[in-house]
């Protein structure tokens, strides 16, 4: 098993940044990809940036240019994701994801147990 535990959300204005974290303990060599998910109120999660085992990045189209999703590969046990230039139609429970597979599908083998990012003034 895999334990994901993300921290780093908050409350911040619009144009503001915010840096989130998350942290992989436990069976970590079966994780390949990993990545971020969010879920607004009454919207279906979304995929918001993934980073494959290769080493590859893909974003959701409403947030690139503004994040960055980085990751430890060494140990493969972290992965942050940098958000700037946010904007109220950000605002989420933002889910860290692990995948045994190469890359994250709607259904990945782990979740963490989410942060609140709000971005309001």
């Known amino acids: 098993q895999v334990q994901l535990v993300e921290s780093g959300g908050g409350l911040v204005q619009p144009g503001g940044s915010l840096r989130l974290s998350c942290a992989a303990s436990?069976?970590?060599?079966?994780?390949?990809?990993m990545g971020w998910y969010r879920q607004a109120p009454g919207k279906q999660r979304e995929l918001v940036a993934a980073?494959?085992?290769?080493?590859?990045?893909?974003y959701a189209d409403s947030v690139k240019g503004r994040f960055t999703i980085s990751r430890i590969n060494v140990v493969k046990n972290a992965v942050y994701l940098q958000m700037n230039s946010l904007k109220p139609e950000d605002t989420a429970v933002y889910y860290c994801?692990?995948?045994?597979?190469?890359?994250?599908?709607?259904?990945?083998?782990?979740w963490g147990q989410g942060t609140q990012v709000t971005v309001s003034s």
């Open positions: 436990g069976s970590i060599f079966s994780i390949n990809a």
């Open positions: 980073s494959t085992s290769s080493g590859s990045t893909n």
């Open positions: 994801a692990a995948d045994q597979s190469r890359s994250l599908g709607p259904n990945p083998d782990y």
